[in-house]
């Protein structure tokens, strides 16, 4: 697939650079060399990419990137300027564009490595866009967001294993998204038409489970007012998922291995065995076989649900699928609360990968809630939007993961670095460019292409 750049300037040898640094490859370069021009290109085409000059014969690119904007709200674009101030870096950057360049430019490493990430952030929105017109074809098929080969392999484990009615364990901490495993399961099975029943054997006492599982004829205990069907009689023809099945008693887990082996049960205060057919699901964010080995799960209960397993990885072991998730996250807070189109500006998209993500993928979705909720205007939306301004300290920005490519890691630690710097010569530029023993200009144009934009 050819991916198409749009590049508005008026100066030859910038069209010759960037011409000469886009050679090879599918990509496919169209110049403008003024608005008019570039708006014509603009409305014939779509563009993956438009690196927009400042200042241009007829008009200057802020004004032109927010028509393109009205007209295609995810439009990614890099503005380009040889007069550079900071003020105009600020305002680039809450208007939503990817990043703001100074010319000429210093780098041209740093240049490409601006582009391509610009280039990743557009193909992970035709990604949303292409999933979301799935989802509208498929509503009963829930959204699993990845990009990553892990993620990639598990859902082809999942693909080949949910229409062959085999019980399947699925594990993973909390807040990876287990749930929505075991419902794209259930959607791809023979039994999507039938139930699907969630429930969380932690949340509930011993009794409890046992009677919300088994269900009981009325007058069976103190309170059974009347006669209920319990969740292995409604699963009948469905799914069973039981979410922390490492927390069921000893006892609850003798009479699942009896009913899973018999496949029928009796509610409680009864002896009629009824039929029980229902798929089932188990989730733990235990290492189940651990809890085997530590005498806490049943091993016989353990081979019968472990006929297939899903791993299902923590966010931080796969950071490809950040900003996808982020991105799928952003427009259905935007749908769901009526908001203006509002993008990830480039600080936000570096702590974004930057995160522990101790709480998974259930914590960027609240952290991207959060920043649609306070984001104000419609601005692109900054760190301190999505709550993570405090949450990287100087020593984690300087320890780049290891499984990242060279090109990012170093990205990385030279974000963190520049980062430190001006906390270290607050409001200094000056300062900071001697203490780094470089240009008060090489500074700059560092901080514009990590996305280190200091406020004016």
């Known amino acids: 697939m050819v991916t198409k750049i749009l590049l508005i300037d008026d100066d030859?040898?910038?069209?010759?650079?960037?011409?000469?640094?886009?050679?090879?490859?599918?990509?496919?370069?169209?110049?403008?060399?003024?608005?008019?021009?570039?708006?014509?290109?603009?409305r014939a085409s779509d563009f993956n990419l438009?690196?927009?000059d400042q200042r241009l014969p007829d008009g200057n690119g802020f004004d032109l990137f927010a028509d393109m904007r009205r007209e295609r709200p995810h439009q990614m674009a890099i503005l380009i300027t040889g007069y550079a101030e900071v003020r105009d870096a600020v305002r680039a950057v809450?208007?939503?564009?990817?990043?703001?360049?100074?010319?000429?430019?210093?780098?041209?490493?740093?240049?490409?490595?601006?582009?391509?990430?610009?280039?990743?952030?557009?193909?992970?929105?035709?990604?949303?866009?292409?999933?979301?017109?799935?989802?509208?074809?498929?509503?009963?098929?829930?959204?699993?967001i990845g990009r990553s080969a892990v993620?990639?392999?598990?859902?082809?484990?999942?693909?080949?294993?949910?229409?062959?009615?085999?019980?399947?364990?699925?594990?993973?901490?909390?807040?990876?998204?287990?749930?929505?495993?075991?419902?794209?399961?259930?959607?791809l099975s023979r039994r999507a038409q039938g139930p699907m029943l969630e429930l969380n054997c932690g949340a509930l006492s011993e009794s409890l489970l046992e009677t919300t599982l088994f269900g009981y004829e009325k007058g069976a205990f103190t309170g059974a007012g009347k006669t209920t069907a319990g969740y292995f009689e409604e699963a009948n023809g469905g799914t069973l998922l039981l979410d922390e099945v490492t927390d069921m008693s000893p006892k609850l887990q003798a009479s699942l291995l009896r009913v899973l082996q018999e496949h029928t049960f009796a509610r409680l205060g009864s002896t009629v065995q009824r039929p029980s057919d229902f798929r089932l699901i188990c989730a733990t964010n235990k290492p189940l076989q651990d809890e085997v080995q530590a005498g806490h799960f049943r091993a016989d209960l353990y081979y019968r649900i472990n006929v297939v397993k899903l791993q299902v990885p923590p966010l931080r072991q796969r950071p490809d699928d950040i900003m996808p998730l982020a991105l799928f996250f952003l427009d259905h807070f935007i749908r769901k609360f009526g908001k203006q189109a509002s993008a990830f500006s480039p600080q936000a998209i570096a702590a974004l990968?930057?995160?522990?993500?101790?709480?998974?993928?259930?914590?960027?979705?609240?952290?991207?809630?959060?920043?649609?909720?306070v984001n104000v205007g419609g601005k692109a939306i900054t760190p301190e939007d999505l709550g993570l301004h405090n949450r990287t300290t100087a020593?984690?920005?300087?320890?780049?993961?290891?499984?990242?490519?060279?090109?990012?890691?170093?990205?990385?630690?030279?974000?963190?670095?520049?980062?430190?710097?001006l906390k270290t010569a607050p409001g200094n530029l000056s300062e900071a460019a001697r203490l780094a023993g470089i240009s008060r200009q090489s500074l700059y144009s560092n901080l514009n292409r990590l996305g280190v934009v200091t406020e004016p």
């Open 12 to 42: 030859p040898y910038t069209q010759n650079l960037v011409a000469g640094l886009l050679r090879g490859g599918c990509r496919e370069l169209q110049c403008a060399l003024n608005v008019a021009q570039a708006r014509q290109l603009f």
């Open 50 to 52: 438009a690196i927009v």
């Open 94 to 144: 809450r208007a939503g564009l990817f990043d703001y360049l100074t010319k000429p430019f210093a780098n041209l490493e740093e240049l490409e490595a601006v582009i391509d990430k610009a280039l990743e952030m557009d193909r992970a929105y035709r990604e949303i866009a292409t999933l979301q017109e799935t989802l509208k074809a498929r509503a009963d098929i829930p959204a699993l």
């Open 151 to 187: 993620i990639e392999k598990l859902l082809q484990t999942l693909r080949q294993a949910a229409p062959l009615d085999t019980t399947i364990l699925i594990e993973g901490e909390s807040g990876t998204g287990k749930e929505l495993f075991a419902q794209q399961i259930h959607a």
């Open 353 to 373: 990968e930057m995160a522990p993500w101790h709480g998974n993928v259930r914590e960027l979705k609240h952290a991207v809630e959060r920043a649609v909720v």
């Open 395 to 421: 020593t984690s920005l300087l320890a780049p993961r290891a499984c990242l490519p060279l090109r990012d890691a170093r990205e990385q630690f030279e974000r963190g670095y520049f980062t430190a710097l």
